[in-house]
Each structure stands twice: as C-alpha cells, then as structure tokens.
C-alpha cells in the first residue's frame, strides 16, 4: 500500500516514508520509533555525515538496532534486521562501529550485546566451515542407486545442522563455547552416522559402521550376560564410530564420550527421540529451532546451508578461514605443520593439555606427601579438603554458567586443573628448598589463600585452553561467560591474592605455552589495572599501613626505585607470607632482594625491630608503575609524538596521582587515570589535544575496552563518561597539582621506570607482523624444547572477522578523531567549557582537526618499528 507522504501507517507522522515502512516491517514500538529517528537526525547533523547520507537504510537500521537494545524493546531478531536493510552481518559491525563515532551513541549496553552477537556469529561460522568439510569427507557425493534420492547430501546436511543447532542451543547457556559446541557437533554426526545406510559412507566412517553390525550380538555374552543385545549394540557403536571421528578431529575420545552421555542423550529424550528409532521429520526439529531463534532474537543460523549473504563473512575473513598460515620462524616447531582452522586449533591445544597432564596424577605424589610430612602442622587433610569442596563448587557453577547438562564436563575440567596444581605445588617447593635450603614449609603449605590461589591459577590455565572462541588470534584472548576473572568470583578469591602467585607459577611449569604465559601475563595485567583497585580489596589496607608505618612520608614504592631494574628474586612464599613474618638477618643482602621462608628463621626474634615493609605491595607497585608508564608511552607515540618534552611531565603527574591519590583509583581504571593526565597537562601547556582524540587513539590499543571511556565511576554507584570525570572528580582533587606544571618552577620529574626484558622469557625486541597493524611477535626464548612441553599453535591460528572489526584495513594505526562527543553538541569544545574563536567556522575547526591527525599519521608511518622497547605487548 502507498504510503502517505508525511507519515506512516502508525500515524505518527515520525520520519521519511522509508524510515516508517522500515519500522512497520521490524514491529518496531512508537518509542523505539521516535529515538530512532532523532539518533538518525544527529548523525546526519555531523560534518562528513554524507556516507550515513548515502546509506540511509543501514544507518536507519542501525539507530533502530541501537534504540531497540537500550530501550529493552527488541520486536524483531537480528537477522530480520539484516535482512530488512540488506546488509551482512560483518558489514552491519563495521558499519555500527563507524556509527559510534561518540561516548553518547552507542552505550555500553549495546556494546555488549555486540559483543555477544560477534562471538556467536564467529563460533557458528567456524563450526559451519568445519560441519562442511567434515560431511564431505564422511559421505559420498553420489551414492550407488540403492540409496533413495531422499537421502541427498542436502537434505543429509540440513537435517544434521538443524539438530545440531537445536542440540546446541538446548544444552548450551553459554553461546560461544566453540569446544563444547563442536564436541557436540561430533555427537550428532555419529548419532546420524549410525543410521546412516553403508553404501552412503566413506572410509573409515563404512567400516565402523559395518564392523558393528556384523559383530556386535556376537560379543554379547563377552561384555556381561545381563545386558540386551540391543544395549551392547549400541555402545559398541558408539565407541566405534566416535572414535573414528575423534581420531580424525583430533579430539579426545572420553571428552566427547562424556558429552554424548551427559548432555546429547539428554538432548534426544528432550525432544522425545528414542534412541534406536531415529529422528523426527527435519520440519518438526525447524520449528522446535524457529522457538529457539525467536526466543534469543539473534541470528537465524539455519540460513548458513543456504550460504546466505547476510552470514558470509567478508573476503579477507574467508581467506583467512581456509587457508593453512605460513610459520613466522621456520626453525620453531619443525613439527607441527597442520591446516589451523580455529576449531583444529583449539582441539590441538587441549590434547596438547591432556598429553602434559595424563602423567600427573589426582593426588599428591609422594614427593608431595614428603614435603607434607616435614611441616610442623601436616597440611594434607586440609589441602585434600579443599580440592574436593572447591570441587563442588566448581562444578556446581560451571553447570550454572554453562549449561545444567554440562556439569560432569565441569568435573572434567577442574580434575586437569587438580593435576596441574599439585604438579605446580611440587615444583614450586622443590625451587624453594633448593632457594632456601630447608624443607619445612609448615606456614606456607598451611596459608589457606596460597593454595586457593595456586589452585585457581592451575584451573584458569585449563579454563583458557578450552576456552578458545573462533575470533582468538596472536595470544591475545577474547572474552567468555568462562573468561577471568570468572574463577575469583567461583573460588571467592581477591585479584590481588591471586596476582601473588602468577609469575612463580609460569617459572614453576616449564610445559605452559607461550600462549598461556601470555594469557596469565594478561590477567596479571588486568588485575594491576583495575580488579586489585575494586573496594574490598586488600591492597587498600597494605597501603593504608604502608602509610602509617612512619607516618605519611612512606610510599608504597619509593620512586628513586623506578628506574632500577625490575630484577628480583621473590617468589609466591615471599609474597603470600609477607608482611607477617620475621625479617631476615640483616646480612649484605639488599633489603628488597634478600628474603627467605618463615619456616627457616629463629623461632626469637629481636622485640625492637619495625615490622617488615609489604614485600608484595612493593612488587606489585613497581609492575603497576611499570604497566602504566608503557601504556603512557604508547599512547603518546600515537599522540604527541611532536611534544617529546611532554611525557616526562604527563608521567610525572600519572605517577604522582597512584602514589598520593591511589583513591582515585578505587573502582577505576588504570588507563581512566593515564588519560585524564594526558589530558590535563596538555590543557595546562596550551597543547590542543581534545579529548575525542584521546578516546579515539585509546580504542585502537589492544586489550582495551569501549567501557572504560564511557562509563566511569563518578560518586557512589553513579558513573558518566570520562570527560565527566575528569572535570567532576579528577580536575577538583588535582588542580593545584596540575597547575604547577604551568609555572616556572614545575614539580620534579618522576623517573621514568626501568623497561626490562619480560620476566616471562620473552625477547624485548618484538617482530612486527606484516601488515598487522601495530601487532608485534616476540620470538620466544626458552630453556626447553616445544617438544618437551605444549606445542603452541598461536602464530597459526588464522584471524577471523572480529580481528578484522576491531582494527580498520590502514596500515598506519593513527587515530581517526571522533566526530562528535557530548561537548560538541552543547557548543563546548573542551572539557573544561571552553570554546572555539566565535570567527572561526566549525568546516575550518575540522579541517584543522584532520590536518592535525594527517601530520600525526605521516610522523607515525616513518617512526613506525622504532618504539618496539615499549610495547606493551613483551
């Protein structure tokens, strides 16, 4: 029907005729309608705005998609709105992400459900490349003539897919579990296998199946006369045909065994499947999917059999998903030659696990129960106790995030976790004795904390291997439902206890691969940005008596240290027994270096001694000054690499500001605090450096997060973005600081911290990846052979199209200013309210702007490769 010109069906008159046939055609609420179309009116507001000009439609789709979300009024799934505006799924997120060109379009609510529906899409993908392949090696193209034309491949594919997304989304809460998900996946293709007439079959698959039939009732008697023959029958097929399946997948047979037990049997009674009489019409398993779908409103994932263009993925994403990529280093890892798609990249990784740990046992060897039986007080009742509530525990809430079904698989994991621990445990005191020369670890092996933190670490090794999603590449993990910090929260475990044992256990487990260094290095880094600074965390405390043990003139690291090198020799005892214990004899041993084990002192300790400064605040300030100065340094490269003589100032105001307002930092972010600095001192030295240009360079970063810009804690449970809180929060408390550095006699510069070799062995001259946009390799160095330990199939784990989202296809990584941010919109220019020359045209300011960004790109492009000293990423 025509639509009347100044308005729509709805009678609301809101919009272009277009506009209103698009929101009919979505169901779409008259709010949802209203925002949507003032969002759109903004954007098209902004200078440069033709291209939301040029694609009305998507832009109209994408202020709804926004709206919809914020609004909690979602009346059409992601894939009708794909549809509806003609656009794919990986050109929508692009789409979105140059959309969100301010703190105030795009929330972070909308944030994570982007995120959300990014990773699905990248672990259906993956499974459905991987689903392919796999069908075509296991059935013929064109079977003999006795097979029906009913048994086609493509109603054989569409009939296994659709059970496979019905199974997945029944048994699974957790959405990009990519191992579970093709484990699963293997599952339905045996269960489908065995019903499945021979003649259709290749080898292997025919003989396994073949081999059952004709053998089975014979070995009846064999596996036990009270089973039926039908009973046996089917668990012979079961083990014959999966672990045909798991050998060629590399999978590991009990895993996927466990998961046809717990979970998919399950599955087939849920949907009232009997198992020996086959499925239902591919129809009735559609529509019990279609439920699913609707339900979820995300994406219609049925349509990948119709290689549907909404879910292709762009061209560089596909290249990348079937090709087998090139080693960096062709004298590492002369072994390890496979095609790394991400699902065989993710098997080969666990088996590498299971390898290492299949010889380590569930119990303490008797090493362990040695160094149990030196203690004063025998810690082996209550570890053992521990294990085991921890254990339930675990299980229990793995179950709860994964999937009621998926318990025993749970059980699984944390068991590897269990076996990693005591390994670690043991290798760990033999360093000590060894270091020490004692055997006694009654007060270590007694601290309740060091082992829920051992433990937590052993398990988190394991959550992480298995918890690969199909967008993970170059080491750096993305984030799951599974992903730290979610075993602290499971284990009521503070960041801050858990980041004592980090390093000793990297030194202590030669076999961890430079992906899991790398992995525990991140959440080292995590916990220094922000999880140790939440309210409740002990660190408070330890600097609080830092601070009073002589008064306010003690620091909770001296900054005459920063520029010594970060060498010590602490390990986890040193850092779990500290502050409560007996100082060493004063030897010539450097106060920071020389520690030693409790257990190894005289039991009479002189009354007059101070008690000992916190051995693991010290370390840990000095990692956190070091984290946070080479983020400074990176993110003044990108920025003000003209204003050398800035970043000593910037650093010393940074440092100053965690060393005398670390209450600044309590429920805040370590990157909220680097770029109000940045900012501050530039405003201070008449630098123009707009925040948008901050913001825009900062989400470029790896590791960073859209939240930590746009929603900051202001006051109590009140949060704003970060130019909120530079002027509400950050401007008030250091104001007289800040305006110091406008005088003639500034305060004196900090030293800039020692950047040393990682402590994770990894060479401080990292390799830039070609056409990697600002990604660096660094060469692993190591004592031992891969072939001692874990095979690491990192650098051939091809990057799927979340990679190609998060950084554009320019080679140079300077950023692109924002368009518009909050104080544009009200005329302000600046934080502080300040505006632009009333005779200078807002195309002249822009042009301004562009110019700046343009001379900032062509400085980096030829200083690009010579700040390799300060990645971060070592």
Not at 736 to 744: G, H
């Amino acid at each position: 029907a025509p639509i009347p010109a100044g308005g729509g069906t709805s009678g609301s008159g809101i919009g272009e005729a277009d506009f209103v046939v698009l929101c009919d055609a979505l169901k779409v609420s008259e709010g949802v309608r209203e925002r949507a179309w003032k969002t759109y009116e903004t954007l098209s507001a902004v200078d440069g705005a033709i291209a939301y000009n040029k694609k009305k439609k998507e832009t109209w789709g994408v202020c709804i998609f926004i709206v919809a979300i914020d609004l909690d009024e979602m009346t059409f799934t992601f894939t009708e709105l794909l549809k509806s505006i003609s656009i794919s799924v990986c050109t929508f997120f692009q789409f979105l992400k140059e959309v969100d060109v301010n703190m105030d379009t795009v929330s972070t609510k909308v944030d994570s459900t982007v995120s959300r529906l990014k990773k699905k899409y990248d672990v259906l993908l993956a499974l459905y490349h991987k689903f392919e392949r796999t069908c075509g090696l296991i059935y013929l193209e064109q079977p003999s003539s006795e097979i029906s034309a009913e048994l086609s491949s493509l109603l054989v594919l569409k009939n296994y897919w659709i059970t496979f997304l019905l199974a997945k989304g029944k048994v699974l809460q957790v959405e990009d579990d990519l191992v579970i998900s093709f484990q699963l996946l293997l599952c339905v293709l045996d269960y489908f296998i065995k019903l499945s007439p021979p003649a259709m079959l290749k080898e292997p698959y025919k003989s396994a199946v073949t081999a059952v039939t004709v053998n089975a009732p014979a070995r009846t008697p064999r596996r036990g006369q009270n089973r039926s023959t039908r009973t046996s029958k089917q668990i012979d097929t079961d083990t014959k045909v999966i672990e045909v399946l798991c050998k060629e997948h590399d999978c590991n047979l009990d895993e996927v065994k466990n998961v046809y037990f717990t979970s998919f049997i399950p599955f087939l009674n849920s949907v009232g499947i009997v198992a020996s009489n086959g499925l239902p019409e591919v129809e009735v398993l559609s529509k019990q999917y279609d439920e699913l779908y609707l339900n979820n409103k995300d994406i219609d994932a049925r349509l990948f059999l119709d290689h549907d263009e909404t879910l292709q993925p762009d061209v560089i994403a596909r290249s990348q998903l079937e090709r087998t990529p090139l080693k960096n280093n062709p004298d590492e890892e002369l072994n390890l030659i496979l095609p790394q798609t991400p699902v065989r990249a993710a098997m080969n990784n666990i088996q590498q696990l299971i390898m290492i740990l299949n010889s380590a046992t569930d119990k303490p060897s008797d090493t362990l129960i040695m160094y149990f039986n030196n203690c004063t007080v025998n810690p082996k009742d209550s570890i053992l106790k521990r294990v085991e509530s921890l254990g339930h525990i675990f299980k229990n809430k793995f179950a709860e995030a994964v999937g009621q079904g998926c318990a025993e698989i749970g059980s699984q994991r944390y068991k590897l976790g269990v076996r990693l621990y005591y390994r670690v445990m043991e290798s760990m005191l033999k360093s000590e004795e060894e270091r020490l020369s004692v055997q006694n670890f009654s007060k270590l092996l007694n601290d309740n904390i060091f082992h829920t933190s051992l433990l937590a670490c052993a398990v988190e090794v394991v959550m992480a291997t298995y918890g690969r999603n199909a967008s993970q590449s170059d080491g750096t993990s993305a984030e799951t439902d599974l992903s730290f910090p979610w075993i602290l929260n499971v284990f009521d475990l503070k960041a801050f206890d858990f980041y004592k044992v980090i390093e000793s256990f990297i030194k202590a487990e030669p076999s961890l691969t430079r992906e899991m260094i790398k992995h525990l290095e991140r959440c080292e880094h995590r916990i220094m940005e922000s999880l140790a600074w939440q309210s409740g965390s002990p660190l408070f405390d330890l600097i609080k008596q830092s601070k009073e043990r002589e008064g306010q003139t003690d620091q909770p690291e001296p900054t005459s240290t920063l520029n010594l090198p970060l060498q010590h020799n602490h390990t986890a005892a040193d850092l779990y027994l500290s502050p409560v214990r007996s100082p060493k004899k004063k030897a010539s041993v450097p106060p920071l270096s020389g520690t030693s084990n409790p257990d190894a002192q005289p039991t009479a300790t002189p009354q007059t001694q101070k008690p000992q400064k916190s051995t693991s605040l010290s370390l840990f300030y000095k990692k956190v000054y070091l984290l946070a100065y080479l983020r400074l340094h990176t993110l003044f490269f990108r920025l003000l690499s003209e204003h050398p003589d800035l970043e000593p100032l910037i650093w010393t105001l940074f440092q100053h500001t965690l060393q005398n307002e670390y209450e600044l930092m309590r429920d805040r972010h370590l990157d909220q605090i680097m770029m109000c600095s940045m900012y501050g001192i530039c405003k201070v030295k008449n630098v123009d450096l707009r925040f948008k240009i901050i913001v825009s360079a900062y989400k470029e970063l790896p590791n960073t997060n859209q939240e930590t810009f746009k929603r900051v804690l202001i006051r109590e449970e009140q949060y704003d973005s970060i130019i909120v809180f530079y002027n509400l929060v950050f401007m008030q408390k250091l104001k007289t600081n800040i305006l110091q550095y406008a005088s003639n006699r500034p305060p004196t510069l900090s030293p800039i911290p020692h950047i040393p070799r990682s402590p994770y062995q990894f060479s401080n001259s990292p390799r830039r990846v070609p056409a990697g946009n600002n990604i660096y390799i660094s060469p692993l160095k190591s004592p031992y052979k891969f072939s001692d330990g874990f095979q690491s199939p990192t650098k051939m784990t091809p990057r799927s199209s979340d990679c190609q989202l998060k950084r554009s296809a320019e080679v140079s990584a300077a950023p692109k200013p924002l368009k518009r941010l909050r104080f544009d919109i009200e005329g302000q220019d600046e934080a502080d309210g300040s505006k632009h020359l009333p005779q200078e045209s807002k195309f002249q300011q822009k042009l301004a702007e562009m110019t700046s960004t343009r001379t900032r790109m062509q400085k980096q492009k030829l200083n690009d490769g010579n700040d390799t000293s300060a990645s971060e990423e070592k």
